[in-house]
């Protein structure tokens, strides 16, 4: 399936199906984008045979829920995304998601991808959805 044939199904999907075209609050581009291209990932790698699965290290949290998290082994500077499947060489895909140009890699972020890098994994940075299919369809293909 193309770009252009899943944004046609998306915006045609019935309301309520599985389809359906995910409803995000106004200021976040960036889980916008990342949920489109999950919703396009399980379409078209479904599971059992491929996951995909996200690391929510980011966004609000109250200290309290933050202290937890953390304890419990959030790491600050995970990308976004985890395709855990060896392919050419690799052992797994991280994607880190922004919005458009103006989304920064953190300086932890750089670190993190450095180190997962040099631990055999292949790590992009998408900041667009055709970016983000032709990143995973390059790595699983």
Partial sequence: MSVAEFQAMQRKSPAGTADEKPKV?????????????????RTQYPWPHYLITAVPNGGYRKTIEAQILIAEGVWSGMPDLYIPMARKGYHALYIEMKAGKAGRVSQNQKETMGFLTRE?????????????????????R
């Fill in 120 to 140: 055999g994994a292949k790590c992009v940075v998408c900041r667009d959805f055709e970016s983000f299919v032709k990143e995973v369809n390059d790595y699983l």
């Fill in 25 to 41: 609050h106004r200021g976040h581009p960036e889980s916008s984008l990342q949920i489109a291209c999950v919703r396009w990932f």
